[in-house]
């Protein structure tokens, strides 16, 4: 999970901007991510989206590599 971490890190903000695009419910609340609370992070969405932890890493993931580039 780490390489997906630096992705965050990086990238967090356009990341924070598609999934409030994709997921019209999402606040900025559930948005919120703190460097070392990343599992908090995903609980948040795999609670709001219904989403294993597995798909909301995926998820992000996926999204992270299309901020790249």
Known sequence: MSATTD???GNWNEIKGKLKQEYGDLT???LVYEEG???ELYG???QKLGQSKEQVHSML???GKS???
């Open 37 to 39: 609370k990343e599992d």
């Open 7 to 9: 992705k965050l890190k």
């Open 44 to 46: 948040r969405l795999q």
């Open 67 to 69: 901020t790249q580039g």
């Open 61 to 63: 993931e996926r999204m």
């Open 28 to 30: 900025d609340n559930d």
